[in-house]
């Protein structure tokens, strides 16, 4: 099987493919083990706020790490740093099903997360080189974002089902015939790119990393302790020291992973705002949902997986229309309708309470929901990469990224402290203390949703509808 040499065109349908599928694993690993969480917690001896950092521990390594990650594709090679991050994805998922402690499991869970951090810039750099600006470069981009939601409401569903059928633990194992797989069949469908000479910016990768984390890590640590606790105030004053000297090391550094030139562009700053509130919105969702289904409700693994179907469903009949509907509507159009239906299913399903009933309170918002992610995330995935040059594309795609594993992880920490911080009116029994928290959590999560609406329409839509009324203009005059 030989390898196509620097340059050489290759089967786009195929290089379609693989990047989908090493994508999809990527980000199915984010949610399926969201329905498992309450075996999770029992079966290991995980604390109630703990517990986030089984999706915290690789959000977090996944989102600091990914701008570097997308550097070493850009000066070593994309196939070359495709196929390493599949390597250490697929033996960190290995490592996580054998975890037998909370230390090992969350170990293991940021390793996963450094595999995915070197792996995931690469896909849509390729998918940037491979395919034409234009309708063919939108249609497979479409598709690319398309997947961050099904592949998520699927994770959901599959969670539930190996949770309460055969363990949890199998919903990792199943990546390592995948990866295998797809390690085999990389070289003969994607073509290398050339080798260019130049540095790693450590100094913003470490800052970058470790700053997301202290910071992550003060605000959940909030929840129990307090903000007077020293180990609260101090991560947190840490985290955001180091993000300031983030920002100040890519003004100055000679080869920045993170240039600061990309936000040049309003529609792209506004496309990395408005992601990392969707995802701070979306990752409560899945997190406390999957809770209040088996806590409130005594749904099993398997009930609560089934219980995310009517988003599932509308997610993915969404998203397989979503090429046409930019055609037909215009991309910023389309990404305001999406986060605006979402923004309404949310505000509904913030009304629930432990008598809620499921179709009314649950299902039909989540039908919601699930319409406005499928119409969102490949808008914003999209206006994220708008412009950008051929030498910026590893980078644009890295940043895109890291506004969806930092959005993710940053806003269920903040959701987390939401939630903990609810105590309700009077004595109030296990079960209905959890609903009035889930509630409180997912109230946050719409003023999420909110601001990202906002910034959409500020940066996206109206600089869009201006740069189209002076075109109108233009052609008229001439």
């Keep these: 099987m030989n390898a196509p040499r620097v340059g050489t065109p290759s089967n786009k349908t195929a290089v379609l493919a693989i990047i989908l599928v090493s994508y999809t694993i990527i980000v199915l690993d984010i949610s399926i083990v969201i329905t498992a969480l309450p075996k999770i917690r029992v079966g290991l001896g995980f604390s109630e706020t703990g517990l986030s950092w089984v999706q915290s521990a690789y959000t977090l390594a996944f989102g600091g790490l990914l701008l570097l990650g997308a550097r070493a594709g850009d000066i070593l090679g994309r196939r070359r740093m495709f196929n390493a991050g599949l390597m250490l994805f697929t033996a960190a998922s290995l490592a996580v099903g054998l975890a037998q402690s909370p230390a090992m499991l969350i170990a293991a869970r940021a390793a996963q997360g450094i595999g995915a951090a070197v792996l995931a810039p690469s896909t849509l750099a390729i998918l940037q080189t491979t395919f034409a600006a234009g309708t063919e470069r ?51 469908y994607i073509a290398e790119t050339e080798r260019h000479t130049g540095r790693f910016d450590l100094a ?139 923004l309404v299913g949310m505000a509904w399903l913030s009304r629930l309470s432990a008598d809620t009933s499921y179709l009314t309170g649950i299902a039909l918002p989540m039908i919601l929901i699930g319409i406005g992610q499928g119409g969102t995330l490949s808008p914003l995935t999209v206006s994220g990469i708008a412009g950008v040059e051929a030498s910026d594309a590893g980078a644009a795609s890295g940043l895109v990224n890291v506004a969806h594993q930092l959005g993710a992880s940053l806003g269920l920490g903040v959701l987390v402290v939401v939630f903990a911080a609810a105590r309700g009116v009077g004595t109030l029994d296990a079960r209905t203390l959890l609903a009035h928290r889930v509630a409180n959590a997912l109230n946050a999560g719409t003023a999420m949703l909110g601001l990202a609406l906002i910034a959409v329409v500020a940066l996206i839509v109206r600089p869009g509808h201006a740069a189209e009324a002076a075109g109108i203009s233009e052609r008229r005059a001439a």
């Design 204 to 342: 913003g990768a470490l800052s970058s990393t470790l700053g997301m984390t202290a910071l992550v890590y003060g605000i959940v640590r909030s929840a129990t302790a307090g903000w007077s606790d020293p180990f609260t105030f101090a991560p947190v004053t840490f985290g955001v020291l180091l993000l300031a000297f983030l920002i100040f090391n890519e003004w100055r550094a000679e080869q920045p992973i993170m240039p600061l030139r990309l936000f040049d562009s309003r529609e792209r700053t506004g496309a990395y705002v408005a992601r990392v509130l969707f995802l701070g919105a979306m990752m409560g969702f899945w997190f406390f949902m999957t809770q209040f289904m088996q806590g409130v409700m005594n749904y099993s693994p398997l009930g609560a997986g089934v219980g995310f179907l009517p988003m599932t469903l509308a997610n993915f009949a969404v998203a397989l229309g979503v090429a046409r509907l930019t055609q037909r509507f215009g991309n910023a159009r389309l990404l305001a309708c999406g986060l605006g239906v979402t």
């Design 138 to 188: 939108t249609r497979a981009v479409a598709y690319y974002g398309a997947v961050a939601g099904v592949a998520t409401s699927i994770g959901l569903v599959l969670g539930g089902v190996l949770a309460d059928w055969l363990t949890w633990r199998v919903g990792f194992f199943i990546n390592l015939p995948i990866g295998l797989a797809l390690m085999l069949i990389t070289p003969r």
